[in-house]
C-alpha cells in the first residue's frame, strides 16, 4: 500500500537550519509530482513548496522563497526540504503530499514532521 | 493571489445535516477538494473534484459547487465527523486552501 513517511523534524534556534525527509513506498515515485504543506499550530494549512515528477521545476510559497530548498531523488524513492535561516514562525507540522494529477487533489499524505524554531 | 473563506465553526444536531461552505470568486470556474482533519492526524480526502466522494468515504459526505461557493454536505452527522474541514482550490499553479472549519456536533 502506498505510505509517505517524513522524519528530520526537531528543535532549532531561530537562523538554523533542518532537513526534512520523505520517503514513500508503494507506487511509482517518479511519477508523480511531490509537495509539503505545513500547519502551524492551531492553525490551517500552507502550502510551501512543491517539485515536478523528474526535479527539474521546484515552486515555492513567497514566504519561505530563498530559505527552503525542495528536491527529490527518484532512485531513493525520497522526498526533501532543506531548511535554512529558520524563523519561529516556520514553525509548523510539514506533511508530505502525493498529488494524484495534474492540478488534482492531494490522495495520500504522511503523518508528518514536527519542526520548532524557539531560541 | 486567491483566497478560499470559510466558516471558521459550524454546529449540527447529531443525526442532522451538517453544511459548511467554502467561498471564492468565481468558485464554480475551479475543481473544488475537501479534506477532513482529525487532532494529530493527517488530512484525508472526503471530496474531491466538487462532488466525487473516494472509495472508503460514506455516501452521508456530498459536494456542490457553483457561482461563488462550493459546499461540502454531511448528512446524519455521527459524533466521529466532529472535526476540521478545509476546501481546496487551485489557482496559478499553487494549491489553496481554505482557513478551515470545525464542525460541532450537539
Known amino acids: 500500500q502506498v505510505q509517505l513517511l517524513e522524519s528530520g523534524g526537531g528543535l532549532v534556534k531561530p537562523g538554523g537550519s533542518l532537513r526534512l525527509s520523505c520517503t514513500v513506498s508503494?507506487?511509482?515515485?517518479?511519477?508523480?509530482?511531490m509537495y509539503w504543506i505545513r500547519q502551524a499550530p492551531g492553525k490551517g494549512l500552507e502550502w510551501v513548496s512543491h517539485i515536478s515528477s523528474r526535479g527539474d521545476s521546484t515552486y515555492y510559497a513567497d514566504s519561505v522563497k530563498g530559505r527552503l530548498t525542495i528536491s527529490r531523488d527518484n532512485a531513493k524513492n525520497s522526498l526533501y526540504l532543506q531548511m535554512n535561516s529558520l524563523r519561529t514562525e516556520d514553525t509548523a507540522v510539514y506533511y508530505c503530499?502525493?498529488?494524484?494529477?495534474?492540478?488534482?487533489?492531494?490522495?495520500?499524505w504522511g503523518q508528518g514532521a514536527l519542526v520548532t524554531v524557539s531560541s | 493571489s486567491y483566497d478560499l473563506t470559510q466558516p471558521l465553526s459550524v454546529s449540527v444536531a447529531l443525526g442532522q445535516t451538517a453544511t459548511i461552505t467554502c467561498g471564492g470568486n468565481?468558485?464554480?470556474?475551479?475543481?473544488v477538494h475537501w479534506y477532513q482533519q482529525k487532532p494529530g492526524q493527517a488530512p484525508v480526502l472526503v471530496i474531491y473534484r466538487d462532488s466525487n466522494r473516494p472509495s472508503g468515504i460514506p455516501e452521508r459526505f456530498s459536494g456542490s459547487n457553483s457561482g461563488n461557493t462550493a459546499t461540502l454536505t454531511i448528512s446524519r452527522v455521527q459524533a466521529g465527523d466532529e472535526t476540521d474541514y478545509y476546501c481546496q482550490v487551485w489557482d496559478s499553479n499553487t494549491a489553496v486552501f481554505g482557513g478551515g472549519t470545525k464542525l460541532t456536533v450537539l
Open positions: 503530499a502525493r498529488l494524484r494529477g495534474f492540478v488534482d487533489y492531494f490522495d495520500y
Open positions: 508503494g507506487f511509482t515515485f517518479n511519477d508523480y509530482y
Open positions: 468565481n468558485i464554480e470556474s475551479k475543481n
